[in-house]
């Protein structure tokens, strides 16, 4: 059985996405960047919808807790 996913961020572009999925890749957290840009043909797509960065559930709470650390 497949495990639940959820958002623990949601960017305004890919860059910013991938950067923070580096930080948790590097932290042991698996995560993954989904994002709506019509594959990348409506790149604008990704500031109105947004980028999101996402976790198995039972890794959001550290997930988030590494983010905040990075942002302050």
Wanted: glycine share 6%; proline share 1%; charged share 30%.
């Amino acid at each position: 059985m497949a495990e639940a996913i959820v958002a623990i961020k949601i960017f305004s572009d890919e860059l910013e996405a991938t950067m923070a999925q580096q930080t948790l890749k590097e932290a042991g957290v698996r995560s993954f960047v989904f994002k709506d840009d019509a594959g990348g043909m409506e790149p604008h797509l990704q500031r109105t919808m947004g980028v999101r960065l996402v976790v198995n559930r039972a890794d959001a709470e550290r997930g988030q807790e590494i983010l905040r650390s990075i942002e302050s």
